[in-house]
């Protein structure tokens, strides 16, 4: 057979590429990368190198995640509701109400310390007064600290780094007025912690700073945001049936909220280790923050038989009643990285990525990790609250 001329061999080879590989090679490889991304995202561990897929922009996450949190509530209270035709198969909305109660309480979470956050920061719009329409915006949501009080609190209050973690950082100041002091053992911290998840008196305290701030200490375009958000909710509370409501709206906003806080804020720091800030040692205020991961090592691939049955079994129960709370619930948003947020500009990099901070901080990772951050780096909750409690047990007394 003679060979083929020059054209047949460009005409065969454009063949290959425009017909099978397209079906064959670029699909795989999208559905590759969407995981890969699914992945990251859900952990707040990217892996080396990787890029974000969907790189869509402070404000459009925030009109995502705002929808989520109205239909998240929305389906909720309506499943709820209709459960009441449905007899004996009503037991099957559990784990589906539990699910999106969770998923509330957490967009909930994240106008405040994601998108509220940001906007005091200004980094949410390029616009500063975009920027405080959302943080009024958010913190109404939210039923949290109004813009100024926030703004006080966090930013000149909890950035400071003479401050930064010390009895004076306001953050600090909370968890010490809920009885987490220096010099605890662990044993005794976590004791605490479980009281104080329960205590009605922890919520009664966390609950009225939000009310003072919402409506007595806030401005009165704030305070006209947060009555009219509140008759929406009780108009919302005489259309559904009173534990429809209760479950779908009052707890997320709630007691949840207020646990989701507590979780967020205990292990956000090593909190209360020295009396003073860390000041100009760079290296002091980087070691007192971390990265917050979801998840956990998959059972090793030498395992076989019912030993591996059993390990998947146990890894999938965790991944759902742990892991993915903790994500969903408490470390929402880009808190996985909020230590790469208190180091941005020691990195150079640029505040205003706050959006994708996952994927820059392991980037800063990446090209060298001049600050160490891989050294901290904590996987689940259970790791999350023993770095905490470990700088406790050995501060300064």
Known sequence: ??????????????????????????????????????????????????????????????????????????????????????????????????????????????????????????????????????????????????????????????????????????????????????????????????????????????????????????????????LGWLATLAAVATAIPWWAFLIAVALPLGPLYHMSALLQFLTEHRWLITKDGPGKDRDAYVNRCAGRFSGETRPSSEMEGLPLIVAWIGWSIRALLIHAPWRLGVIVGDLPAHDWHHVVGLLKHHAHDWDEAIFERQRAVDEGDVLRLAERELWGPGEAINWVFEGLETAEI
């Open 1 to 226: 057979m003679a060979e083929p001329t020059k054209v047949e061999r460009v005409i065969g080879v454009n063949r290959e590429r425009h017909r099978p590989r397209y079906f064959h090679d670029a699909i795989p490889k999208l559905l590759k990368a969407a995981a890969d991304e699914a992945v990251a995202r859900f952990t707040g561990k990217p892996k080396p190198n990787q890029k974000p897929l969907l790189d869509l922009g402070a404000p459009t996450w925030w009109a995502l995640s705002t929808s989520a949190l109205l239909g998240a509530t929305a389906v909720n209270a309506i499943l709820l509701t209709e459960s009441c035709n449905w007899g004996v198969w009503a037991l099957a909305i559990i784990p589906v109400s539990a699910m999106l109660t969770v998923i509330t309480t957490g967009r909930l979470r994240v106008q405040q310390v994601s998108f509220g956050h940001h906007a005091v920061h200004g980094s949410v719009f390029k616009s500063s007064k975009l920027n405080r329409i959302a943080a009024h915006v958010t913190t109404t949501l939210s039923f949290s600290q109004n813009p100024d009080d926030y703004r006080e609190d966090h930013v000149i209050g909890h950035h400071q780094r003479g401050t930064f973690t010390t009895e004076k950082d306001p953050d600090a100041a909370l968890l010490l007025a809920l009885g987490f002091r220096r010099g605890m053992t662990r044993r005794q911290a976590k004791r605490h912690l479980v009281k104080t998840l329960l205590s009605p008196k922890s919520h009664y305290m966390i609950g009225s700073a939000r009310i003072r701030s919402a409506l007595n200490t806030a401005n009165w375009p704030h305070r006209a945001l947060v």
